[in-house]
């Protein structure tokens, strides 16, 4: 379930249904599809509602199955008429809403020129730092290392970071320990394996062994997922393949110079090679966990605590902004704000190709995929979870971690906790969901059990 | 005879010149077969793919962009885009800075080393192993603990631009003539003016060559190290560039590099001739 959708409507499928997963059928799915793209962009307000009402709605019930159940005991309509007795939605979206003065105005955000930092990049050019009162400079950074180290010396307030990265920092892997928080989450989906052309006809994993990929970042979601596509069609990843931290912009060299394989690589990068005809999407991160996190919004602890109201106008403004980027109308204009040399610096039919989802595959054919990137905010704790139990499984962690501690102290639902806190509520204690990689459930209660069950992983 | 040496020189240079373009222009002109592919599909793809473009291009290619840049070398379109005339102003801001820190000690410190022989042999393995060290080796570890990443790069400049000048006035202060000195002695001149007046004249070539290739290194490093931390300067602009995938871009910027790191090396080699003297 994505923030933005009506969180009382129990007829919300889980699974399954059409392309998308929202609608029951997929006529239906046309249907709707056609209706919001001539439907007028809802005021804030209502999305602000939208955004708190979905997250006390989650905390309550974390699962989807049991809020169904609910909603379709009692009604939508009793149901919000309930919930709004003992919680004021109205009073909790303005509070979320209303602006404080930011304790600092000039703001240093660092980002990766890769389509995954869109919400942050887009917020720039048209104006969501401005309507939130903060004059926000988003500078361009070389490499993941340096946007961690110019984040950790404070020359960026906060800055665009591949998900497990401040997991990693806060735990003191690769970096010293700093305490760095996660308000909102860029990107899911919108990663893809990309082959070289000459590799057309290896589709199969298993023919794979010896082949050399590339990930942007040892600590990155590509890593795991590259790991885990590979180990579950029985190819070591440690051994039968080589792996290699390659900054995304160098990938699409690299393949043409035929130094690597394939890669699995933040979009634009992804259509890029395919754009200047090196290769060919071997298949969209999303075939092998549909809305996983990709890219995430990150500061440090000490920012948030020094500068609580920047922060908040920040998350606001990246909140609209990635509510902006759900919608699928408005991401042709997207695409041209965030194309120029100033922010991405790619063409824009590449950036249209990744936003819109229709795309050329490098084979030939054209395919549509209107989810093979979104843009969702919610934090969950359980990707956290999960990225923890991958770090531990290829050997990242060494001995016992606290999973629930650490993606606890990590990913915040922040804005919504602080929020629950000042309407004198006690926070859920979870923002846990559980999901499913490549077919196989993911239960965010035992982590242990769910490390241990590979049967491909690190000798620890 | 001197000069029509320099006119055929100058004639040879010319035809160099017109026969690498003119190879350069044939090679990149030649077109790969290209697949058939619908036209809906073509739409979403780009030139190398579908017209068999070569990816790298041509010299008219770079030409057509390079005037574009020189029309306009100051533009402004916000943090991560600027002109390539703010560019370089950057760098060269940068090596200055960097260069001119590097001088203030190494020269004082190259002349302090230079008079004491002891000095000079203990401190030898030192600037041996720190000499070959690559910029980007002290990238990481300024930026650790700089923890500010422009200082970071001035600092880098600095490390690497100071060991050639550094040696090179050790060895030009050591090898001035013992005679002139001992004439000094017994004229019974201070040592500070001995300094002055005796041995920085003395050693002024040497040391100055050792400052031109300095800058030449200076110059090397600020490329590499904008690169890395981004943000402005030449470096950045080629890496800003890469990431597009524009050769053409580089290109220009290689080219550009060079020029300004040509003019550098010329402004030191005229101060060279200033103070070369003739035994």
Known sequence: MSTFDNPFDPDRNLRAGCACGQHRSAAEHDQAAAALHCEPVESEEKRYE???????????????????????????????????????????????????APEKKDLKVGFIPITCATPI???????????????????????????????I????DAAHMLAPMPIAISLGLGANAIPFAVPAIENINGQGIVLATKHKDKRDPKDWKGLKFAIPFDYSMHNYLLRYYLAEHGIDPDTDVQLRSVPPP????????????????PDNICQRAIYDGVGFMHLLSKEIWDGHPCCSFAASKEFITTAPNSFAALTRSIVDATAYASKAENRKQIAEAIAPANYINAPVTVLEQVLTGTYADGLGGVKTDPKRVD???FPWQSFAVWMLTQMKRWGQIKGDVDYKAVAEQVYL???????????????????????????KNFDPAKPEDYVASFKIRKAS | MTSSLRLRAGLVSIVLLAAFLGVWHLATRSTAPVATMSPEYAKLMGLTATQGKSAMPGPLDVGAKLWEHVKRPFYDNGPNDKGLGIQLGYSIARVGTGYLLAVLVAIPLGFLIGMSPLLSKALDPFIQVLKPISPLAWMPLALYTIKDSSVSAIFVIFICSIWPMLLNTVFGVASVRKEWINVARTLEVGTVRRAFTVILPAAAPTILTGMRISIGIAWLVIVAAEMLVGGTGIGYFVWNE????????????ILLIGVVGMLLDQILARFTRMVTFPE
């Open chain 1, 50 to 100: 939208g955004v708190v009402a979905s997250a006390v709605m989650r905390a309550m019930f974390p699962q989807d199955v049991a809020r169904r159940a609910f909603l379709k005991s009692v009604g939508a309509s009793t149901a919000l008429a309930a919930l709004s007795q003992f919680f004021p939605l109205k009073t909790a979206t303005e509070v979320f809403a209303a602006t404080g």
């Open chain 1, 121 to 151: 990049i887009m917020a720039a050019p048209m104006g969501f730092y401005a309507k939130h009162g903060l004059n926000v400079e988003v500078v361009k950074t070389a490499g993941w290392a340096v946007i961690r180290d110019k984040t």
């Open chain 1, 153 to 156: 010396n404070k020359e960026y």
């Open chain 1, 250 to 265: 160098e990938m699409v060299a690299n393949l043409r110079a035929d130094n690597i394989d394939g890669f699995l690589a």
């Open chain 1, 375 to 377: 843009f969702d905010p």
């Open chain 1, 413 to 439: 639902a922040t804005d919504t906790k602080k929020l629950m806190t000042e309407m004198g509520l006690s926070p859920p204690a979870s923002a846990y969901k559980s999901f499913a990689v490549m077919g």
């Open chain 2, 242 to 253: 890469w990431n597009n995938l524009s050769i053409t871009n580089v290109i220009i910027a």
